[in-house]
């Protein structure tokens, strides 16, 4: 049976997308099967604020050869029930805490990159904080790829 992976970020613009594709490859290259998906915390997703991947994640990802451009940020609350998640990759600790409050089993959550105080938010920050937010990512993610 396929694991179940939810990666989770705050606006579903940014991080997790890229987290998501990045999981999803590095899973296949291993020959894992796996549904990969993400989702955003901001009550902002619920009233449709964001429509698509941020122009920068999807720069970044394009670099990778991966197309995100197709990506519909969306909202915790439409994921289902988040328990069911074999997995749960947080982006930083108050994201996980937030999943926890939600219900999620602490003990499924990873924070991507936890030992260097998670992935910084590029948000609003320029394409430098994307290149570094992609360079982080990537550097974290096969310690977590690996645990899958």
Same mark, same amino acid.
């Given at each position: 049976?396929?694991?179940?992976?939810?990666?989770?970020?705050? %606006?579903?613009?940014?991080?997790?997308?890229? !987290?998501?594709?990045? +999981?999803?490859?590095? /899973?296949? $290259?291993? &020959?894992?099967?796996?549904?990969?998906?993400?989702?955003?915390?901001?009550?902002?997703?619920?009233?449709?604020?964001?429509?698509?991947?941020?122009?920068?994640?999807?720069?970044?990802?394009?670099?990778?050869?991966?197309?995100?451009?197709?990506?519909?940020?969306?909202?915790?609350?439409?994921?289902?029930?988040? %328990?069911?998640?074999?997995?749960?990759?947080? !982006?930083?600790?108050? +994201?996980?805490?937030? /999943?926890? $409050?939600? &219900?999620?089993?602490?003990?499924?959550?990873?924070?991507?990159?936890?030992?260097?105080?998670?992935?910084?938010?590029?948000?609003?920050?320029?394409?430098?904080?994307?290149?570094?937010?992609?360079?982080?990512?990537?550097?974290?993610?096969?310690?977590?790829?690996?645990?899958?």
């Amino acid at each position: 049976m396929a694991k179940a992976i939810l990666c989770v970020c705050m %606006g579903n613009t940014c991080r997790s997308p890229m !987290v998501e594709a990045l +999981v999803r490859q590095g /899973l296949a $290259e291993r &020959g894992i099967e796996a549904q990969v998906e993400s989702c955003g915390l901001l009550d902002e997703l619920l009233e449709g604020k964001f429509t698509t991947a941020n122009e920068h994640s999807i720069e970044m990802m394009s670099h990778e050869g991966i197309d995100i451009s197709g990506h519909e940020p969306r909202h915790v609350s439409v994921v289902g029930d988040i %328990g069911s998640f074999d997995a749960i990759i947080a !982006v930083t600790d108050s +994201v996980k805490s937030t /999943l926890i $409050e939600l &219900g999620a089993d602490g003990e499924r959550i990873v924070v991507l990159n936890g030992a260097n105080g998670g992935v910084p938010d590029p948000y609003e920050k320029g394409r430098d904080a994307y290149v570094q937010c992609i360079a982080t990512i990537k550097g974290a993610l096969p310690d977590v790829i690996a645990v899958l």
